[in-house]
């Protein structure tokens, strides 16, 4: 079996691609439903603001590859035409690769944004918890979860403008210089929502919440410190407003350009800042033509993670380097995974064999006593499991699957594994592999 990732990320696809196929948190279990119907049942759909990627189990990567695509295109109502070239296909260790320098934060638009993690977390969780996860998703998801966790601990990685969210506080100190005296409106309450909120409220003059969910504007509110709107009021809110962070979860857009100007038919002349980091947006592009108002989304911040990725270029070449070798562990462990059935079934063999000479020679060997018995018993097992050794660490050692198909097809036929009388062993393999617990 191989694992196939498919996907689209801010590396390949601006903001407008990707909040055509984006999923919400709530329509992940349908769209894995989907998958499971076009034969991909073993997936994990990973869908940020900034990506949106298929980590599947299949056969034959090629043929799951395109069946993802066709079922992302089809569920989201967009044309293959419009998000073919922003796609990106990978497998076994270049699929790893990709996955826990994500969950390591490499791979993000802040280098090192911490709040990755747990989204590849929540990411698996639905998974697993919706339709069930088989044993080379949960190690993969597993090694992702200990990368992440290790690069943060054993780097200086995390340290600095490592969010989307702090990214934005360093964007309007640049603006305004000083943010003591502002006031700052958040849309929404969601974590991207809520770290803004711990990022910028020491820094302004007042905070104000806005979003549909009333509880949950005022846990947030009173978790910074904050006031409530209600959403209905929340152009009222901007009235006074100098920031404005919107990161709802909203499939429509919340404030456009008409909202906007009333708001400031309604204030002093100032300047009022405005960050998008919704997918799909929350503002409409046309805010930004509008005199007075700086808005930017989250691909504007491209400047702040390239200054940031330079100053952190050694803690990115060590958690490189962590990455690379957690890829190798779980590649070695992928190869020999696909040794198992030939080895259980070589072994299952070359024991029946043992027993079938040790009942032949019993007659010989009555005169012996139990513990000579035994020890006869002993020392053939011993001797299979030396022979044996090699050729299966051999095995499981090599590289890639035509090589590993031709060598096991090779050892099937002179060992006649494949005959009736090795189906018990092949059996026994095959509940190994299904029993295998979650790494």
């Keep these: 079996m191989h694992l196939v990732l498919v996907g689209l990320s801010h590396h390949t696809a601006p903001v407008e691609v990707r909040e055509q196929i984006g999923i919400s948190r709530s329509m992940v279990p349908a769209a894995l439903d989907k998958l499971a119907k076009d034969g991909c049942d073993d997936a994990v759909l990973l869908s940020t603001c900034n990506r949106t990627e298929v980590y599947a189990v299949a056969a034959d990567p090629l043929s799951m590859g395109e069946r993802i695509v066709s079922c992302l295109a089809e569920y989201r109502g967009v044309s293959r035409d419009d998000i073919d070239a922003s796609l990106y296909v990978r497998t076994d260790a270049d699929a790893a690769r990709h996955l826990f320098r994500v969950a390591a934060g490499l791979d993000s638009l802040v280098v090192g944004e911490p709040e ?6 929540d990411a698996y969780k639905v998974a697993s918890e919706e339709r069930g996860t088989g044993s080379v998703i949960n190690r993969l998801f597993h090694g992702a979860f200990a990368i992440g966790k290790r690069v943060r601990t054993d780097t200086g990685l995390a340290e600095g403008a490592v969010s989307l969210s702090y990214a934005a506080r360093t964007l309007a100190r640049k603006i305004f210089g000083d943010l003591g005296s502002l006031h700052m409106v958040v849309f929404g309450a969601g974590e991207m929502a809520r770290l803004s909120a711990l990022h910028f409220h020491q820094h302004v003059a007042s905070l104000t919440i806005a979003t549909r969910r009333q509880d949950r504007a005022e846990a947030l509110a009173g978790e910074v410190h904050g006031r409530v709107a209600n959403w209905e009021s929340r152009l009222e809110a901007l009235a006074n407003a100098d920031i404005l962070v919107s990161a709802t979860g909203a499939t429509d857009q919340v404030l456009s350009g008409e909202d906007m100007r009333r708001v400031l038919a309604t204030r002093r002349r100032r300047p009022m800042f405005v960050v998008d980091l919704a997918v799909p947006r929350d503002v409409a592009p046309e805010v930004a033509s509008i005199e007075e108002v700086f808005l930017y989304n989250i691909d504007d911040l491209r400047g702040i993670v390239e200054e940031n990725l330079a100053r952190r270029k050694d803690a990115v070449e060590k958690a490189e380097r962590l990455v690379n070798d957690e890829v190798t562990a779980w590649h070695g462990w992928l190869r020999s995974r696909a040794a198992i059935p030939t080895v259980v079934a070589l072994r299952s063999r070359f024991e029946r064999v043992r027993q079938a000479e040790l009942e032949r020679l019993a007659p010989k060997i009555a005169g012996l006593g139990p513990d000579a018995r035994a020890r006869v ?26 090589t590993m198909d031709a ?13 009736d009388s090795t189906a018990e062993g092949e059996r026994a393999g095959a509940a190994s592999r299904q029993s295998e617990p979650s790494q």
């Design 407 to 419: 060598y096991s097809s090779a050892l099937r036929r002179l060992f006649a594994l494949d005959d």
């Design 377 to 402: 018993d002993e020392i053939t097992r011993l001797m299979i499991e030396k022979l044996l050794l090699t050729p299966t660490e051999q095995l499981k050692a090599i590289d890639d699957h035509e």
């Design 116 to 121: 990755i993690l747990g989204q590849v977390k």
